[in-house]
């Protein structure tokens, strides 16, 4: 039991190491073949940071731990919005441009209402992947365009890309191929971790998927989150968790409902997409308080998202213990 949650302990640093270092090198290299910096921080960042529950997620669907795998897209949401954003606002208080949010927040809102009116069925099939497949695409195509059609804006261009843009291409390219090489690694050590420390507390995949997983696959967030943070981008520091959650509710959802489909547990229903609902209505309020051109998140409405998803993950945790014990 002890080697499992070393396991998983370091499973977790080389994960968040290695999502770090992934952001960092694909934005250099897109910054190198000279994308927009708007396209480089809500489209790239928001993938690149999405990517290591996308691949825990498959993981965990070779090794046939389907409640892992989708309960790790969940958690995360949940966790991003209440532990990262929380988090992050407890720092300091973020200022927030509101423009920018009449585009990102609604779609975000109208991805999680898809996600859940294809949960209602309780059954999560290929068609609903195929579904949330086809929102994200045709989603891309049309932030995409809408860029192109707007100013580049300086949101990330002062990040750790003025760090990195300046090194050869090939060791971005290099430290790109390499941290991916570590999000494989650590995610597969993962999955058979946490998946152990269930069986061994009798406890249900998709209550480690959305607790120990999907904390652990929010690092990157956070990471990325108190870096926009320190350099002042406080809409780069929200932008890129309501990014992250749009890709994680289609792209990470849709992957468990395309390679195994079935039944799922009905907790999911009056408990997590409860959750996320009532978490992403918190966010609503706090960001569009009154303040017609800037949005303030204040310290205390990080405690609060916070102390959301503490509440969540005791929820979670009393009803993990229930089950073992009934």
């Not at 409640?67 to 990262?84: E, K, Q």
């Amino acid at each position: 039991m002890w080697l499992m949650i070393v396991q998983v302990i370091f499973s977790l640093l080389i994960l968040a190491l290695s999502a770090d270092r992934f952001v960092s090198g694909a934005v250099a290299i897109s910054t190198r073949m000279h994308w927009s910096p708007l396209l480089v921080g809500t489209v790239l960042v928001g993938f690149a940071t999405t990517f290591p529950e996308m691949l825990v997620s498959f993981v965990a669907l070779t090794h046939h731990h389907v409640g892992l795998s989708l309960g790790n897209a969940l958690g995360s949401y949940i966790a991003n919005i209440g532990m990262v954003l929380g988090c992050t606002a407890c720092v300091r208080e973020l200022r927030i441009n509101a423009e920018l949010f009449r585009r990102e927040l609604p779609i975000l809102t109208m991805t999680l209402l898809l996600a859940v009116l294809l949960l209602l069925d309780q059954f999560l099939g290929r068609l609903d992947g195929v579904i949330l497949l086809l929102t994200l695409t045709g989603l891309l195509i049309w932030i995409i365009r809408s860029m192109r059609r707007e100013t580049a804006s300086s949101v990330y261009a002062d990040l750790k890309v003025s760090e990195r843009t300046h090194q050869p291409f090939w060791r971005s390219m290099g430290l790109t191929v390499l941290s991916l090489i570590g999000l494989l690694i650590s995610a597969h050590f993962l999955v058979d971790a946490a998946s152990a420390i269930a069986h061994f507390l009798g406890v249900s995949d998709l209550v480690i998927g959305l607790t120990i997983v999907a904390v652990g696959t929010s690092l990157p967030e956070l990471v990325t989150s108190l870096m926009c943070l320190r350099h002042g981008q406080d809409d780069m520091a929200v932008g890129n968790i309501i990014g992250s959650n749009i890709f994680g509710i289609l792209g990470v959802v849709a992957i468990p409902a395309l390679l195994a489909p079935g039944q799922i547990d009905s907790n999911i229903l009056w408990r997590d997409c409860t959750a996320m609902i009532l978490i992403t209505l918190a966010l609503w309020v706090f960001i569009y308080n009154g303040m017609p051109r800037q949005a303030v998140i204040r310290r205390w409405e990080g405690g609060c998202l916070l102390l959301l998803f503490l509440g969540y993950m005791f929820v979670v945790a009393m009803g993990g213990i229930t089950l073992h014990h009934g």
